[in-house]
């Protein structure tokens, strides 16, 4: 059973810093592709940023871009999201999730969703 734990979220005010963590187990994949969406209130959700494990190549969207920076641990199945420069905007529960396949990139359909942390950014 595959599983997504996700870590580090909370409250913090414009301007500061969080980083996310999200531990996987319970698959096989060598590599993959793993990364963050987010989802505001009234919202549609959003990829933020994804890794393939196997390579390292990453993928921001544009609002991410310049502020997020999204990271692998030594054993691939653990991936980080250090989160500076923070808005308003960014406040959003935060989703890790995975896709099994080497295809990767915010726009592509994930296998497997954690359950999410939350992110608030006070003005």
């Known amino acids: 059973q595959v599983q997504l734990v996700e870590s580090g979220g909370g409250s913090v005010q414009a301007g500061g810093s969080l980083m996310l963590s999200c531990r996987g187990s319970?698959?096989?994949?060598?590599?993959?592709?793993m990364g963050w969406f987010r989802q505001a209130p009234g919202k549609e959700r959003e990829g933020v940023a994804v890794?393939?494990?196997?390579?390292?190549?990453?993928f921001y969207a544009d609002s991410a871009k310049g502020r997020f920076t999204i990271s692998q641990g030594n054993a691939k199945n653990t991936v980080y999201l250090q989160m500076n420069s923070l808005k308003p905007d960014d406040t959003a529960m935060y989703y890790c999730a995975l896709r099994g396949d080497y295809d990767c990139g915010i726009d592509y359909g994930m296998d497997y969703w954690g359950k999410g942390t939350l992110v608030t950014v006070s003005s």
């Open positions: 319970g698959y096989t994949y060598l590599s993959n592709c």
């Open positions: 890794i393939y494990t196997g390579d390292g190549r990453t």
